[in-house]
């Protein structure tokens, strides 16, 4: 079984900054892309950032130049450095890894649970 756990969400001011982790546990031989992704009260999940393997980014209009993904693959740990923080940022973020090879050989979907982010204006 995989995990994903998220952490570092919290309450900011706008203009301040956020560091979200996204950690994988359980039986995993490699990790393709990460993402980031945001669902605010009301509206769709979307998609913040991605990286993948080879540490391409990609990232919404909405946070580029504002937020910065990483990954650590000794680590098997994603990162969302979130900048200049706005109240429009104000959502759940989720991470997803949509391609995780097992040790059974198998290559699983995973989501994390969320963790919310507000920022007060």
């Known amino acids: 079984q995989v995990q994903l756990v998220e952490s570092g969400g919290g309450l900011v001011q706008a203009g301040g900054s956020l560091r979200l982790s996204c950690a994988a546990s359980?039986?995993?031989?490699?990790?393709?892309?990460m993402g980031w992704y945001r669902q605010a009260p009301g509206k769709q999940r979307e998609l913040v950032a991605t990286i993948t393997s080879g540490d391409s980014t990609n990232y919404a209009d909405s946070v580029k130049g504002r937020f910065t993904i990483s990954r650590d693959n000794g680590k098997n740990t994603g990162y969302l450095q979130m900048n200049s923080l706005k109240p429009e940022d104000t959502a759940v973020y989720y991470c997803?890894?949509?391609?995780?090879?097992?040790?059974?050989?198998?290559?699983?979907?995973?989501w994390g649970q969320g963790t919310q982010v507000t920022v007060s204006s």
């Open positions: 359980g039986r995993i031989l490699s990790i393709n892309a």
């Open positions: 997803n890894a949509p391609g995780i090879l097992t040790t059974s050989g198998v290559y699983v979907d995973t």
